[in-house]
């Protein structure tokens, strides 16, 4: 249900751009999609082919991005990728991650994002 309603809102986004620039087809729609959101990515392409239906992105081609996520340490300067003791999409709740170097709390640097790169349209 997580991907359905992401998936609704970027479906949204791109169909207002489009609107903005009168276009009558979709293209191709890219987006990034960091590790961290926990979306499956199948689920998303599925959730996007079910919303686009009868619409000017209809039967356009989403190609996805997916982004590692990244941790940075305020402690001892560590900024590089995560590593997953199990994995985390089995969570209940959003994992903490420690530094590898010196095993404080890690911030999340990148891994959560879902952007909208870039919209092909025919006008």
Do not use: W
């Amino acid at each position: 249900m997580h991907e359905f309603s992401r998936t609704s809102q970027i479906v949204e986004a791109v169909l207002t751009e489009a609107e903005k620039e009168h276009a009558v087809k979709v293209i191709e729609v890219e987006v990034e999609i960091g590790d961290l959101t926990f979306l499956g990515l199948e689920q998303v392409r599925f959730a996007y082919k079910i919303l686009t239906d009868k619409t000017i992105a209809s039967n356009s081609k989403l190609t996805i991005k997916q982004t590692p996520g990244r941790g940075k340490c305020d402690s001892c300067g560590y900024d590089g990728p995560l590593s997953y003791l199990d994995d985390p999409q089995f969570h209940l709740s959003v994992p903490t991650f420690n530094c590898p170097r010196c095993g404080k709390p890690l911030s999340i640097s990148a891994g959560r994002e879902c952007i909208i790169k870039r919209i092909r349209i025919k006008k």
